[in-house]
């Protein structure tokens, strides 16, 4: 099975090499990058030099916010097929609010960690 190349948007060093490991041990997928901001996201997003299959975001970031990075990569052409926010911050209004920018998931870190890897565990490529 192809692996799923994702880029992953996390600011706390620690939780990103956990996560990384977790989701490579668990699921079809290949870290293609990380950013810790906003504007690094965006940066690396807009690169057509970069491509990946999906976006994992955090909400809030060493600076800006994963909303930011979800408003910034809707006209993007070369954008992932699949935008993920995962958050400790996953209320009802922030789920609601992720879906407006345009993901196709919202997972809490703190209780959805193993629903996060069973979806990507379902995905297929193409996607």
Partial sequence: MDKLRTF??????????QLCGFLVEGAPVDIVGSADSEQHALAWLRDSANTCDVILIDIFLKAGTGLGVLKGIV???????????????????MRQRSD????????????????????????????
Avoid: C, Q
Avoid at 75 to 93: G, Q
Avoid at 111 to 127: K, Q
């Fill in 75 to 93: 006209d993007l052409p070369h954008h992932a097929k699949r935008v993920v926010v995962l958050s400790n911050y996953a209320t009802p209004e």
């Fill in 8 to 17: 992953v948007v996390e600011d706390n060093p620690m939780l990103l090499e």
């Fill in 100 to 127: 407006e920018l345009g993901a196709d998931k919202v997972f809490d870190k703190s209780s959805e960690i193993d629903e996060l890897l069973a979806w990507f565990n379902e995905l297929r490529l193409p996607l």
